[in-house]
């Protein structure tokens, strides 16, 4: 079987079905255009504040920005309140032109659970579908899209409620990270509950897959065992923009090589210089700390560069840490 192909969105036509997650303090212009240049089909902005939106604040404008290799990319926004919500997708739409609007129904940190929004979606489908309508209602001809989880806590599970609620809402696809907001981002995310979200589903919208995707395989075997029509990498590709031709390669070939150590290091630096255009040095130095760590993974002595890479503040300086990796590449 064939488990690379493309995807439909509503009129989104996408030649892939490997995508990058909105991820919340990372999934940024510059990292997603990294992406995008190693093969992600289609990308997510970080969840953007309807609130902060409509309240016109312009850090969270930033947030939304079109990455420049970006040809199609969905903008999430999250929220608790159906008008606040509709305004901020015709903001949306004003401000970037995306070809998707995602709302996040899954985030399970408590300050966003306490504005209404998020997990707290789970625990009340039909608030969940007036907000998906609102914003269906708000974004004419552009597609709407929602994600998921299973359920508030063990007991509650219950995506089969939240995704009827969004398809009678007139959602394009919905995606489904299968943990429940009482488990965060521990233990392990039901693949089961996934197979069973694309039978109820039944091709009415594409459904696609997040959760515990840290490597090609990964992807491959979702695909296998749940039917989804498309996966979304989040933490897998931190510090890692390859896995995306690398998932795409095995799927298509069987097989994939890795990137070598230069590659993964001068990526890093192609995001740098984005991150610096699109704020300034200093924020992006600070910013590109974590990710310089994510890229060193693997890398010999990647624990001794680590331990640089914290105290880096110029861009001079990451040059500097990284020196003798790229010179002994060349040799």
């Given at each position: 079987m064939n488990y690379y192909h493309p995807v439909k969105i509503g009129n989104i036509e996408l030649k892939g079905n490997i995508f990058l997650a909105p991820v919340a303090g990372y999934s940024d212009s510059a990292f997603r255009s990294v992406c995008v240049q190693n093969g992600a089909c289609f990308t997510y902005t970080e969840?953007?504040?309807?609130?902060?939106?409509?309240?016109k604040n312009q850090k969270t404008e930033v947030?939304?920005?079109?990455?420049?290799?970006?040809?199609?990319?969905?903008?999430?926004?999250?929220?608790?309140e159906e008008d606040v919500m509709a305004q901020a997708a015709q903001i949306v739409l004003e401000k970037t032109h995306c070809e998707c609007i995602d709302i996040n129904c899954g985030?399970?940190?408590?300050?966003?659970?306490?504005?209404?929004?998020?997990?707290?979606?789970?625990?009340?489908?039909?608030?969940?579908?007036?907000?998906?309508?609102?914003?269906?209602d708000?974004?004419?001809?552009?597609?709407?899209?929602?994600?998921?989880?299973?359920?508030?806590?063990?007991?509650?599970?219950?995506?089969?409620?939240?995704?009827?609620?969004?398809?009678?809402?007139?959602?394009?696809?919905?995606?489904?990270?299968?943990?429940?907001r009482a488990q965060g981002y521990e233990g392990h995310s039901d693949w089961g509950i996934m197979k069973a979200l694309v039978e109820f589903v039944d091709k009415k919208v594409p459904v696609?897959?997040?959760?515990?995707?840290?490597?090609?395989?990964?992807?491959?075997?979702?695909?296998?065992?749940?039917?989804?029509?498309?996966?979304?990498?989040?933490?897998?590709?931190?510090?890692?923009?390859?896995?995306f031709k690398d998932t795409t390669?095995?799927?298509?070939?069987?097989?994939?090589?890795?990137?070598?150590?230069?590659?993964?290091?001068?990526?890093?630096?192609?995001?740098?210089?984005?991150?610096?255009?699109?704020?300034?040095?200093?924020?992006?130095?600070?910013?590109?700390?974590?990710?310089?760590?994510?890229?060193s993974k693997g890398i010999e002595n990647g624990a001794a560069l680590r331990a640089q890479i914290v105290h880096a503040q110029t861009v001079d300086d990451y040059k500097k840490i990284f020196e003798t990796v790229l010179n002994n590449c060349k040799q």
């Open positions: 969840m953007v504040s309807a609130e902060a939106l409509v309240r947030l939304m920005a079109r990455a420049c290799n970006e040809k199609a990319y969905s903008v999430q926004i999250f929220g608790g985030c399970p940190v408590p300050k966003i659970i306490k504005s209404g929004a998020g997990s707290a979606l789970t625990r009340d489908p039909d608030r969940l579908y007036k907000i998906t309508k609102a914003v269906k708000s974004a004419g001809d552009v597609p709407v899209s929602v994600k998921i989880r299973s359920g508030w806590d063990k007991p509650g599970i219950n995506w089969k409620e939240t995704s009827q609620a969004a398809l009678e809402a007139g959602v394009s696809a919905i995606t489904i990270h299968p943990r429940t696609f897959g997040s959760g515990d995707l840290f490597k090609p395989e990964d992807a491959r075997r979702m695909l296998e065992e749940t039917g989804v029509d498309a996966v979304m990498f989040a933490r897998g590709a931190m510090g890692n923009p390859f896995i390669s095995l799927l298509t070939t069987g097989s994939y090589t890795p990137v070598p150590a230069d590659v993964r290091v001068r990526t890093g630096f192609e995001e740098l210089a984005r991150l610096v255009s699109d704020t300034n040095e200093q924020h992006a130095c600070l910013e590109m700390r974590k990710r310089f760590a994510a890229y």
